[in-house]
T-cell receptor, first 114, second 109 residues
Framework: KAGVTQTPRYLIKTRGQQVTLSCSPI?????VSWYQQTPGQGLQFLFE???????NKGNFPGRFSGRQFSNSRSEMNVSTLELGDSALYLC?????????????FGPGTRLTVT | AQRVTQPEKLLSVFKGAPVELKCNYS??????LFWYVQYSRQRLQLLLR??SRESIKGFTADLNKGETSFHLKKPFAQEEDSAMYYC???????????FGTGTQLKVEL
């Protein structure tokens, strides 16, 4: 079974631009979560989607948004990019939310904002 | 405030020595606790969870509610254990994980 895939793997953007990152969960998984990883702040939860609905949101500004499609694929968008948005963005999927189901992480998208 | 603390950024041990990676949490209620591991050039992956009470790759972790700790232990470190280890409580009904800052374990020969 293919693992979680994220596209693109690397991205370079300029301050003020916007960016869209994509995550394809493992087949059959309906829950997708996003995390931001930086050297300074570590791994921080962004949001979680299940059945096209946002279930949970982390403490990030409104410039960060996401959505989930009917096939469970998810996208996250960051508008008006700032230098501090440079990070590795990780996506994780599981069958459903909840303690019985393991979350599987993707390889991440490395975003560099210049 | 809800918080998870991993006090050691780097832990260096010799092969065959015991390993203990510390994790303390401060959460109301009863969080579910996990250890995740990231080997060099690999994805973040689940190592073990407290509800399973299992031993994975020789590692165990016991939840101590009195001390609010979930330390990860292994009696004899192996070179292949060198990796970044994250403690992560999950609270609420969803999948939100709050990761600690991580401990880089280096096993030296």
């Amino acid at each position: 079974k293919a693992g979680v895939t994220q596209t693109p793997r690397y991205l370079i953007k300029t301050r003020g631009q916007q960016v869209t990152l994509s995550c394809s969960p493992i087949s059959g998984h309906r829950s997708v979560s996003w995390y931001q990883q930086t050297p300074g702040q570590g791994l921080q939860f962004l949001f979680e989607y299940f059945s096209e609905t946002q279930r949970n949101k982390g403490n990030f500004p409104g410039r960060f948004s996401g959505r989930q499609f009917s096939n469970s694929r998810s996208e996250m968008n960051v508008s008006t990019l700032e230098l501090g948005d440079s990070a590795l963005y990780l996506c994780a999927s599981s069958l459903e939310p909840g303690q019985s189901y393991e979350q599987y992480f993707g390889p991440g998208t490395r975003l560099t904002v210049t | 405030a809800q918080r998870v603390t991993q006090p050691e950024k780097l832990l260096s041990v010799f092969k065959g020595a015991p390993v203990e990676l510390k994790c303390n949490y401060s959460y109301s209620g009863s969080p579910e606790l996990f250890w995740y591991v990231q080997y060099s050039r690999q994805r973040l992956q689940l190592l073990l969870r407290h509800i399973s009470r299992e031993s994975i790759k020789g590692f165990t972790a016991d939840l101590n509610k009195g001390e609010t700790s979930f330390h990860l232990k292994k009696p004899f470190a192996q070179e292949e254990d060198s990796a970044m280890y994250y403690c992560a409580p999950r609270t609420g009904g969803g999948n939100k994980l709050t990761f600690g800052t991580g401990t880089q374990l280096k096993v030296e020969l």
